[in-house]
């Protein structure tokens, strides 16, 4: 396994394996790996075979978080994500430094975007106003770098997804965006970086966002029902983890993004919820 730090030295090895006719599949993530980052790796040799090469990248995007947004503590263990990659047999680790991402030199000064302008403005995008326009351009700059013909990403971050792979259809990037499930802990918890944050009784009550889509399922699997009512019922039942405050849980179209004044089976649901500062999301289709 290859650790490349500088974005010449990926492009220039991407280059050599497309002038080879080799397959490339890019896992973009923000490091502190677990088992749901190593289903994507998984999935990414899936897709290129043996012959091909898996490229996890490493980067924390500070142009993703928001001021006020956790960054500066976000968990970091290049050690273990090194270790974890090599026994997946990941092939290259691409992990740019800030300055080599985003130089601050006068030539090279920092003013171009890419800001996906529709599926980016409901859920994620109205709690977190410049996340996408972060995501979206890291994205780009990444595929820029390791020139893959697909690219895997987890369901988990569902509109994430669905940004990304607008983005690519609309600005013509020549690769594949597959979306792998979910991964979770036996109780239910999808892992994330971020449970790290929790403590031990927040962290017991964080499955409340499963059991919430759970109870979501169930429901439409009875009969349609209004969003405003089961919003309502899941508002209600939210209350039953007391460490647990709700930010949104909204019902919507998988494809479009756009709200369902009525839900039904195939219409999807999103939840974010605080605990203490850590803030955790989860969805599921119903
Ligand atoms: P992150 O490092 O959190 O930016 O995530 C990198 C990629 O891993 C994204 O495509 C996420 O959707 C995906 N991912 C994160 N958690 C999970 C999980 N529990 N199951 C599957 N994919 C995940």
């Known amino acids: 396994m290859r650790i490349v730090t500088s974005v010449s030295g990926m492009q220039r090895l ?5 002038g080879h006719g080799v397959g ?8 502190y790996l677990h088992g749901g980052h190593l289903s994507l790796v998984r999935e990414a040799r899936r897709r290129v075979g043996r012959a091909g090469k898996v490229v996890v990248t490493i980067y924390v995007n500070p142009t993703q978080f928001g001021p006020q947004e956790d960054l500066s503590h976000y968990p970091r263990d290049f050690t273990s994500d090194c270790r974890l990659c090599r026994a997946a047999e990941v092939d290259v680790i691409f992990a740019p430094s800030d300055q080599e991402m985003y130089p601050g030199n006068a030539e090279s000064r920092f003013s171009t975007y890419v800001v996906e302008e529709q599926l980016s403005q409901g859920l994620e995008g109205a709690a977190r106003p410049t996340h996408f326009r972060g995501v979206t351009t890291v994205v780009a700059k990444l595929f820029n770098c390791v020139l893959p013909e697909v690219a895997v990403f987890g369901a988990k971050d569902w509109q994430q997804a669905a940004v990304v792979k607008r983005m690519v259809a609309n600005l013509n990037f ?13 109780a239910g918890l999808a892992l994330s970086s971020r449970n790290r944050y929790l403590d ?3 962290r017991a009550q964080a499955t409340i966002l499963h059991h919430a889509i759970q109870r979501a399922q169930a429901a439409v699997k009875r009969q349609a029902q209004s969003a405003a009512q089961l919003k309502a019922d899941l508002k209600k039942f939210i209350t039953t983890a007391p460490l647990a405050r709700l930010d949104y849980v909204e019902f919507f179209d998988p494809e479009t993004l756009a709200p369902v004044t009525k839900v039904f089976c195939g219409a999807h649901i999103a939840i974010a919820v605080f605990f203490g500062k850590t803030r955790l999301i989860d969805n599921g289709r119903l």
């Open 14 to 18: 991407a280059k050599q394996w497309r």
């Open 24 to 31: 490339v599949a890019c896992v973009p993530t923000m490091g």
């Open 174 to 186: 020549p690769l594949k965006i597959v979306v792998a499930p979910t991964v979770r802990e036996r």
């Open 200 to 202: 031990a009784a927040q």
